[in-house]
């Protein structure tokens, strides 16, 4: 998005300052990921149309209407955590508008702190997608691998390296040929150019294990991309079973996780699973994730080596995905178990 149109509405006639500051943050939007300003677009939406309906100002925005804000948000429905995601996306709009963030007041504190609590007490749990572990990945690899259909050939390739990479679906979807190497054994490097953690010029290297390499290699040799370093590792393969080359864009985060659902249909426990805050009712973009990193943890892997992995900042981002795999190897639970005969 090159122009103001968005924000425009949302800044007074008199607000000159402000307009130009924002007209500097739109300028500068390749500094954010599509995600991240997708989102501040649907926060500030939802927000300015609740200010007109309310009588209230967005921008700047007192705390006091914040604080009303988010307990509507509440009221309305919403998960704790899309709450603070409107909390956080409106301080960062206000911050780069040259304005103080109405967060900052105690009063929304209060209101935040308020808000997560009643989650918390109403039983309302973090989302998690369904693990999509190492067995899953065996188990499809032995009804795919022979198929003479190149979509489960391609779709192998894909969860192998999901897997094996632990990247994100987006990260996934716009590697390219030429961004393939060999190591002296044979064996697949990839060199994966940023991801949504890390945004240098030296990039990422991820590296493919025998198998892994084995079933990319495969895909690339079928569908004949070997020959175009330009394309996108994972194309759209035609209904005649014959891939496309596609240069452009790669393909669509819906068509990536489509990869997910036929995989569930085909190797998943038969039923769809229980539902989670109404989502993951079977594996999606972000289950190669959540399993890879309970494998690892299963295996004792530590902490430090499953967020370098996967590129997470945050231990507590592992720590909720892994919570369930230690839950015995506490103290407590060592010690009764070793004083108490059953």
Not at 72 to 78: D, E, K, Y
């Amino acid at each position: 998005m090159a122009d103001m149109t968005p924000i425009a509405g949302l800044i007074a006639t008199d607000g000159h300052d402000i307009a130009e500051r924002l007209r500097e943050f739109v300028q500068d939007r390749e500094a954010f990921s599509d995600n991240t300003w997708n989102q501040l677009l649907s926060v500030m939406r939802i927000g300015s149309r609740w200010a007109d309906e309310h009588g209230r100002s967005f921008l700047p925005m007192s705390p006091a209407d914040l604080r009303d804000y988010l307990l509507w948000l509440q009221a309305s429905g919403r998960a704790s955590s899309t709450v603070s995601t409107h909390a956080a996306l409106i301080s960062m709009l206000h911050r780069n508008a040259g304005l103080v963030p109405p967060n900052s007041s105690p009063q929304v504190f209060r209101a935040v702190k308020k808000i997560n609590r009643a989650a918390v007490i109403s039983g309302e749990r973090a989302g998690q997608a369904v693990p999509f572990r190492i067995g899953d990945l065996l188990t499809l690899d032995q009804r795919w691998s022979d198929s003479e259909r190149l979509q489960q050939i391609r779709d192998l390739a894909f969860l192998h390296v999901a897997y094996a990479t632990l990247l994100r679906v987006s990260e996934l979807g716009r590697l390219r040929v030429r961004d393939i190497s060999r190591a002296a054994d044979g064996r697949i490097v990839l060199d994966v150019a940023w991801t949504k953690t890390i945004v240098m010029t030296g990039g990422l290297i991820k590296g493919l294990g025998d198998l892994s390499s084995q079933r990319l290699t495969e895909w690339l040799t079928l569908s004949g991309l070997n020959a175009e370093p330009d394309a996108f590792i994972f194309g759209p393969v035609h209904r005649t079973n014959c891939a496309r080359v596609e240069t452009s864009k790669p393909l669509s985060t819906r068509a990536l996780e489509d990869i997910f659902a036929r995989a569930w249909q085909e190797a998943g426990p038969g039923q769809d699973a229980r539902s989670n805050k109404n989502r993951y009712r079977g594996w999606s973009g972000h289950s190669t994730r959540v399993g890879a990193a309970i494998d690892m943890a299963t295996k004792k892997y530590s902490t430090a080596q499953i967020m370098q992995e996967g590129t997470w900042k945050k231990a507590e981002t592992v720590m909720r995905y892994i919570r369930h795999v230690d839950a015995h190897a506490g103290a407590m639970v060592d010690f009764m178990d070793q004083h108490i005969k059953v």
